[in-house]
């Protein structure tokens, strides 16, 4: 390996280790990425809704929101050498149930780096509406953040209002 290709490595493998925001996990299931950043209280962002889990999951997949392709350019500083770096990253949106009833939905990102840069867990209540707890969420901004997930529209935004504070 010559000292060009060492230098293109290390600054790929730094700008991996580097990457803010999202899990640094690899091919996991999505629910499990749902699963660890519940983990995350202070993190998330609770609210009620007074509409049904499954109307908020119907909208949300009906939305098309997340699904998308975006190719992330930068550079990495290595010893001696700034290094250009170019990765794509695929956004899908995942959905399931848990034993219990309550529904996830989650925001995968798969790329060089695969993670979840947003997500909710939508449990259903005797009153017909729903606890939500959307992941990695910046809670000044409760009220857009309920708003678009009752529109179905969480992950064409979840950029607005990402945590800030990592």
Same mark, same amino acid.
């Given at each position: 390996?010559?000292?060009?290709?060492?230098?293109?490595?290390?600054?790929? %493998?730094?700008?991996?280790?580097?990457?803010?925001?999202?899990?640094?996990?690899?091919?996991?299931? @999505?629910?499990?990425?749902?699963?660890?950043?519940?983990? &995350?209280?202070?993190?998330?962002?609770?609210?009620?809704?007074?509409?049904?889990?499954?109307?908020?999951?119907?909208?949300?997949?009906?939305?098309?929101?997340?699904?998308?392709?975006? @190719?992330?350019?930068?550079?990495?500083?290595?010893?001696? %050498?700034?290094?250009?770096?170019?990765?794509? =990253?695929?956004?899908?949106?995942? &959905?399931?149930?848990?034993?219990?009833?309550?529904?996830?939905?989650?925001?995968?990102?798969?790329?060089?780096? &695969?993670?979840?840069?947003?997500?909710?867990?939508?449990?259903?209540?005797?009153?017909?509406?729903?606890?939500? @707890?959307?992941? @990695?969420?910046?809670?000044?901004?409760?009220?857009?953040?309920?708003?678009?997930?009752?529109?179905?529209?969480?992950?064409? &935004?979840?950029?607005?209002?990402? =945590?800030?504070?990592?």
């Amino acid at each position: 390996m010559n000292l060009d290709r060492v230098a293109l490595f290390n600054g790929i %493998a730094a700008l991996l280790m580097l990457n803010g925001g999202c899990s640094m996990v690899s091919m996991r299931p @999505t629910i499990e990425m749902v699963d660890a950043r519940l983990k &995350h209280e202070k993190k998330n962002v609770d609210f009620i809704s007074t509409v049904v889990p499954s109307v908020i999951e119907e909208r949300t997949l009906k939305s098309g929101c997340g699904a998308e392709s975006q @190719t992330i350019s930068g550079t990495a500083f290595v010893p001696g %050498a700034v290094v250009p770096v170019v990765s794509t =990253y695929d956004f899908s949106v995942d &959905h399931g149930k848990y034993a219990d009833g309550s529904i996830w939905l989650g925001l995968r990102m798969d790329g060089p780096l &695969h993670g979840l840069p947003s997500g909710a867990r939508l449990v259903p209540r005797g009153d017909g509406g729903t606890d939500v @707890t959307v992941l @990695t969420a910046d809670k000044r901004k409760v009220d857009i953040i309920k708003q678009r997930v009752e529109e179905g529209t969480l992950f064409c &935004h979840w950029r607005d209002f990402d =945590y800030p504070y990592d």
